[in-house]
């Protein structure tokens, strides 16, 4: 499909230096700074080795978590993750744009791999603005002057709006790296090519991302049917007059999710028949699963959906020629209560639909399960490809769009 962006294909990057943006975010131990998973910088790893083996000064720029919170820390161990990965050296640098990272970049010679400190260390990459707003923030002055190309690899953050992001591309040349070209092919493909049946199952604990997706595919009628599962089934059992019991309840307003029961209650009536929602649930009594109908569900919580609810959705699933999925089932890492993630999984990979699973959890979950190999897209971004999702536009999409228009490369 002919995509509205360059991509690395456009660019002659002999002896060129080119800044990638990447997202390699990873599980860290906060108590030794070891990386837990390098799932994400093996993703990235292709894209940074293709420029730099066509001859380019490659520098890469990244974060890690944000602050306040116990795995923000330094990029020294993702330099030597990524340099066990390609097996070559990769040099790193704790600095972002002064005098001592412009000057390491200077040096670079052709193939030279170039990791910059942690972006997050500036505070202006917290803030959300326009891209010609992030243009002119010190970070993107201070580096562009000696950046010949952007690459933009960075699809798990391309919905949000912060400098690393979106301002190197009002400024240079720019263009996606391999994972951002992949995600975007493979979701907007399936998004305008969606055969019918086409069901979207949406679970986990991110309510207003979910009915926010819920609301836009049945009003554009992509979707026959939503499954709706963990937190986000609760808010319309809760809405449908389903008395889900004082602990459920208050989990529900404590995370601030109360306004999307009358929200609930309205998509219910507009989409008669189209939403699905659980027949019995698992909850939590003692450590241990038990079942309960929908109609008789105790002060416990509620912890996965139930054998009845799996097996009525599996038909739905088994008959859909397209599948989107996003968000576990329930708490699927305790004992007992991965069965509704798992059989749901297991029913999308054995399917003979096109499947597609939003990232976080629910990619995890197939990957720690041994089924993504039946899944026909695993996206490396839920946050970015739940938007898409959802009809929202992607700012880093947006920006590298507009440099196409304009012609500038």
């Known amino acids: 499909m002919s995509l509205p962006f360059y991509t690395i294909d456009d660019f002659n990057l002999e002896d060129k230096t080119v800044l990638v943006r990447v997202d390699i975010n990873s ?74 990272a412009r000057e390491e970049i200077k040096r670079l010679k052709k193939g030279d791999i170039l990791l910059l400190e942690n972006v997050r260390f500036y505070s202006e990459e917290i803030l959300k603005r326009d891209p010609h707003q992030q243009a002119e923030t010190h970070m993107v002055r201070k580096l562009y002057p000696i950046i010949d190309i952007f690459i933009n690899d960075a699809f798990a953050a391309a919905h949000r709006s912060q400098p690393s992001l979106v301002g190197f591309a009002v400024k240079l040349p720019s263009g996606a790296g391999r994972i951002m070209e992949k995600e975007l092919k493979s979701l907007y493909g399936a998004v305008d090519n969606a055969e019918k049946p086409c069901v979207y199952v949406l679970g986990g604990v991110k309510v207003d991302d979910s009915i926010m997706v819920l609301e836009n595919v049945l009003r ?26 004082k602990y459920n309840e208050d989990f529900i307003i404590n995370k601030g999710y109360i306004d999307f029961v009358e929200k609930g209650k309205q998509l219910l009536e507009e989409f008669d028949g189209q939403i699905k929602m659980p027949d019995d649930v698992a909850v939590c009594v003692d450590n241990a699963r038990v079942e309960y109908c929908t109609r008789n569900i105790p002060n416990k919580p509620i912890y996965d959906i139930g054998t009845n609810t799996i097996t009525e959705y599996a038909k739905f699933i088994r008959d859909a020629k397209t599948i989107f999925a996003n968000g576990p089932a329930g708490v699927f890492e305790q004992e007992g209560f991965s069965i509704g993630t798992e059989d749901i999984l297991n029913t999308i990979a054995s399917s003979n639909g096109y499947s597609i699973i939003g990232g976080g959890h629910l990619a995890a979950a197939a990957n720690q399960m041994g089924l993504s190999s039946g899944i026909t897209h695993i996206s490396s971004g839920g946050g970015a490809s739940i938007n898409l999702l959802a009809g929202e536009k992607l700012p880093v999409v947006e920006i590298l769009t507009e440099v196409k228009m304009k012609g500038r490369k």
């Open 27 to 100: 599980p860290v131990d906060p108590s030794t700074g070891s990386i837990l998973d390098d799932t994400r910088i093996k993703l990235h790893a292709e894209t940074i080795d293709e420029i730099s083996k066509k001859g380019a000064k490659t520098v890469v720029l990244a974060h890690q978590s944000r602050p306040g919170k116990k795995d923000f820390t330094t990029l020294q161990q993702h330099a030597k993750a990524l340099s066990n990965i390609l097996n070559r050296h990769v040099d790193y640098i704790d600095d972002i744009f002064g005098t001592a």
């Open 220 to 245: 554009n009628g992509s979707a026959d049917y939503v499954l709706t599962t963990g937190l986000v089934a609760n808010i319309f059992l809760w809405a449908s007059g389903i008395n889900l019991g």
